[in-house]
């Protein structure tokens, strides 16, 4: 089992930035891939960042290409997301989640964080 914790989320205004957390525990050697998701109300989730836990090759998806940073921390299992540049549109809750292969679906979740962007 792996347990993912975020924190970091909050309230911003418009151009402002905010960094999310997650700490992984539990068997984290076991992950190969992590995700930041988040699901706005009345909309489905999205997959909004990727990185591959022991190379850490990094995808976005285009909506927030040069302005979000996922990056993680190996030694600490803490998986970042740096949002620079928010617009209203990034409002949702955050999720991070964790793969155990790298082309199936993501196994755990963690409860999420409320991102929330004022213009």
């Known amino acids: 089992q792996v347990q993912l914790v975020e924190s970091g989320g909050g309230l911003v205004q418009a151009g402002g930035s905010l960094r999310l957390s997650c700490a992984a525990s539990g068997r984290t050697g076991r992950i190969l891939m992590l995700g930041w998701f988040r699901q706005a109300p009345g909309k489905e989730r999205e997959l909004v960042a990727s990185i591959r836990w022991r190379d850490g090759m990094k995808d976005y998806v285009e909506s927030v290409k040069g302005r979000f940073t996922i990056s993680r921390d190996n030694a600490q299992n803490t998986l970042y997301l740096q949002m620079n540049s928010l617009k209203p549109e990034d409002t949702a809750v955050y999720y991070c989640?964790?793969?155990?292969?790298?082309?199936?679906?993501?196994?755990?979740w963690g409860q999420g964080t409320q991102v929330t962007v004022s213009s």
């Open positions: 989640a964790a793969s155990l292969t790298y082309a199936g679906g993501y196994d755990y």
